[in-house]
Every structure is written in structure tokens, then in C-alpha cells.
């Protein structure tokens, strides 16, 4: 998936690095269960939101197909 520029300047703007943010979705067997709260890390250029799992995991919320919410 391919993002203009504004659309990453928002996403970013929205989840910035050391915000805390809750996992409500994701498509992936290695997910860390839903509800599971983290601080990201940085969002990518492709839109991913890279987070710090509070379990461990570092698996990335991938924008448009997992979902997660700003808790702070």
C-alpha cells in the first residue's frame, strides 16, 4: 500500500513516538492478544506503527488491516 505524504504526516502526528496506545485488531497468528496496551515506537514510510508491546512483542500494526487506539 502506497501513502501521500499528508496521510503519513497524520498518522504520525496521531500515533507519535512514546504514545501509548491499546491493540483491537490484528490479522496475524503471533499477535499479541487484543486489549494488549504498548508505546510506539515510529510509524514507517509504508504506514506502519511500530510498538513496544507491554508483553514483549514488537509485532508492527499495519495500517488499513490492524487497528489500535491512542490510550493516553
Do not use: Q
Not at 3 to 30: H, I, Q, W, Y
Not at 35 to 51: A, K, W
Amino acid at each position: 500500500m502506497h501513502f501521500n505524504e499528508e496521510t503519513l504526516k497524520r498518522l504520525r502526528e496521531r500515533f507519535p513516538e512514546g504514545a501509548r496506545v491499546r491493540l483491537t485488531a490484528m490479522s496475524d497468528r503471533f499477535a499479541p492478544p487484543i486489549g494488549t496496551l504498548g508505546t510506539v515506537m515510529s510509524v514507517d514510510d509504508i504506514g506502519t506503527i511500530h510498538v513496544a508491546w507491554d508483553n514483549g512483542s514488537t509485532l508492527g500494526v499495519v495500517y488499513g488491516e490492524d487497528h489500535c487506539e491512542r490510550v493516553d
